[in-house]
């Protein structure tokens, strides 16, 4: 079982909730540096969501230095503190 977790809601891309939800568990520390983070197909198969969504939320966190990858590993979650995040230009409203 993964220790993220995401409410699909209209308006928002499932990569970017997904990815908003993996951050939140870092940044809380539900998630270690040098823990294991699972795979493309295991994200997609534990989520019943696409491998394409999986590999482009993988990607993201990765050049934002949330996830590293280690050889024989696969990708951990990385040691170094994540630069700080810029306020995206996309900002959703959504109704309650």
Do not use: C
């Not at 891309?13 to 270690?32: D, H, K, M, N, T």
């Not at 295991?42 to 280690?70: C, D, F, H, M, N």
């Amino acid at each position: 079982m993964l220790p993220f977790h995401f409410q699909l809601r209209d308006g928002i891309p499932v990569s970017e909730q997904l990815a908003q939800a993996v951050r939140r568990a870092i940044l809380a520390g539900e998630l270690e540096a040098g823990q294991e983070f699972p795979s493309v197909r295991v994200l997609a198969k534990e989520l019943r969501i696409s491998p394409t969504t999986a590999q482009k939320v993988i990607g993201e966190l990765k050049a934002e230095g949330y996830l590293a990858s280690r050889p024989g590993i696969g990708m951990v979650i990385s040691a170094q503190e994540p630069p700080p995040r810029r306020r995206s230009w996309r900002t959703y409203n959504v109704a309650l």
